[in-house]
């Protein structure tokens, strides 16, 4: 702890829904991230997939419903901790209605090659918050910054 | 998302061209998604269904973690090191 104040404020990115961006965001994101030296370079390591995650989830919205308009992507580094916001206009999803997949020591197991993508993100982020509604769906991330 | 396309290609010439016995080296892997290990998945699937293996060479403990996240390392071996894995290969072949 240095004593400085990081707590700086909000950065928004635009993107448009095209793959080449999604690692820009989570590049970029990472960056500001690691302005705060009390975030790990592991925790860092975790946001930046948990964002790359939601961005993708955002661009397939997007790509399957053929939609022009950008992907809105905030993040406040707010006291204490780091929030990142990612809005898409798609239709929208329950987290809850995602289904299981089966057991690791299934076979069936191996017929599923995605279904893993949200739960990377509420394992690796302090917390998740979904929300969904008809102008599309907003996934908010939030990383504590006295976790490690 | 990015190189698993690639990946997705390479592994399917292999396996139809006979290689089933295979084995990724994911040392330099810096960064690994959904998509990414979407795209494992179905190699090991593809070379199952042929009667092969997929060894994982994965000395990061940080990609390997990934893999424990989704329940995985439950489904793939892991060796630090491409001779460990090309050894268990042997070892399999000589049972």
Known sequence: MNGKDYSSGMVELRIPAQAEYIQLVRTVIGEIAAINPNLSLGRIADLRLAVSEAVTNAYREHTRQNLDAQIVVRCDLTKGKIEI???????GFNPNEIPDLPNAEDPERLN???GVGFSLIRELSDETIVETGKNGTKVRLIFNLNNG | ????????????????EGHVNLILDLTSVDFLDSAGLGTIIGALRRVRSQNGDLLLVCPEERIQSIFMLCDLDKVFKFYLTSNEAVDAYKGINSL
């Not at chain 1, 916001?85 to 239709?91: L, P, S, T, V, Y």
């Not at chain 2, 998302?1 to 139809?16: D, Y």
């Open chain 1, 112 to 114: 599923h090659e995605s």
């Open chain 2, 1 to 16: 998302m990015g190189s698993s396309p690639q990946l997705r290609t390479k592994i399917i010439r292999l396996v139809n």
């Open chain 1, 85 to 91: 916001e990612i809005n898409d206009q798609g239709a």
